[in-house]
Nanobody, 119 residues
Framework: QVQLVESGGGLVQAGGSLRLSCAAS??????MGWYRQAPGKQRELVAF???????KYLDSVKGRFTISRDIAKNTVYLQMNSLKPEDTAVYYC???????????????WGQGTQVTVSS
């Protein structure tokens, strides 16, 4: 059983920055990442990072968001810069799965943290 505890988020003006953190209780976690869900929209993968360092970003956040991990602390971070109103969503930490060349959301989710970007 893995528990994910998120922190960070909040209200920020467009162009501002926020940092999300997610601490995991389990061991041997390979892929940690962040999803987000805006009102009325499907949940989408924002970024993920493998233990070996492989990283992938949603196209719309490339160059603005940075994912990082502290393996010793079993924590993943999402530094969000140059935030836009369209980044407004609930952000969820997730332990992803890898199968047959593709990545999928796993069973373990954080509680979600609200990010609101005002124009």
């Amino acid at each position: 059983q893995v528990q994910l505890v998120e922190s960070g988020g909040g209200l920020v003006q467009a162009g501002g920055s926020l940092r999300l953190s997610c601490a995991a209780s389990g061991r041997g976690i390979d892929i940690m990442g962040w999803y987000r869900q805006a009102p009325g929209k499907q949940r989408e993968l924002v970024a993920f990072m493998r233990t070996g360092g492989g990283i992938k970003y949603l196209d719309s956040v490339k160059g603005r968001f940075t994912i990082s991990r502290d393996i010793a602390k079993n924590t993943v971070y999402l530094q969000m810069n140059s935030l836009k109103p369209e980044d407004t969503a609930v952000y969820y930490c997730n332990v992803l799965r890898y199968s047959s060349g593709s990545f999928y959301p796993g069973d373990y989710w954080g509680q979600g943290t609200q990010v609101t970007v005002s124009s």
